[in-house]
């Protein structure tokens, strides 16, 4: 059983789409968050749930718009889609309550490609 | 604000050689640490992390990692590499915050990728 598991893997779109993103974890874990790995391997933060409430916010385009149905899902929404855009993009879970001394567990990743 | 500093994006050993991947790191709160392991065209694994007590931490595949204030530094090291280990490596930092806000908000290094050579 696949603990965190991102659909779709690979994702190659035109500049101007929408496009989604989903992620669902079997974990029983109450946070969620999607990193963004850009060409170079560097990760970031973009956002955070915390039982369906959103609790991290960094500083990305409103064209990106989680969404979490339940606990176990955070789906992610980009309008408009940029060249700049392009990335892999990571969904991971974690614990609450377990202090921030919790790792994160994380998907396998989608590689977004727009042309 | 939190910082990870990976020194070295590229660490070529030999087989059997000593690994040592170097993480420094800014935190104004003590951090808890983490080292997560990514093979090609996959997600990020961890490895080992240290939150508190023993600064010697011990992880997975014959790692470990000591965390030194005095340093501000995680190193990983393995006494012996082996061909498996090829793949890149990040160091991240998280903390506490008695807001409640940060929730396991990882701010990662920028990775190392190391190579074993035969």
Known sequence: ??????????????MGNDK?????????HDTM??????????????????????????TVPNRFSPKSPDKAHLN?????????????YFCASSPRGAG?????????GTRLTVV | AQSVTQLGSHV????????LLRCN?????????????????????LLLKYTTGATLVKGINGFEAEFKKSETSFHLTKPSAHMSDAAEYFCAVSYYNAGGTSYGKLTFGQGTILTVHP
């Open chain 1, 1 to 14: 059983d696949t603990a965190v598991s991102q659909t779709p893997k690979y994702l190659v779109t035109q």
């Open chain 1, 20 to 28: 989604s993103i989903k992620c669902e974890q079997n974990l029983g």
């Open chain 1, 33 to 58: 968050y999607w990193y963004k790995q850009d060409s170079k391997k560097f990760l970031k933060i973009m956002f955070s749930y915390n039982n369906k409430e959103l609790i991290i916010n960094e």
């Open chain 1, 76 to 88: 992610l929404h980009i309008n408009s889609l940029e060249l700049g855009d392009s990335a892999v």
């Open chain 1, 100 to 108: 921030m001394d919790t790792e994160a567990f994380f998907g396998q």
């Open chain 2, 12 to 19: 070529s050993v030999s087989e059997g050689a000593l690994v």
């Open chain 2, 25 to 45: 790191y800014s935190s104004s709160v003590p951090p808890y640490l983490f080292w997560y392991v990514q093979y090609p065209n996959q997600g990020l694994q």
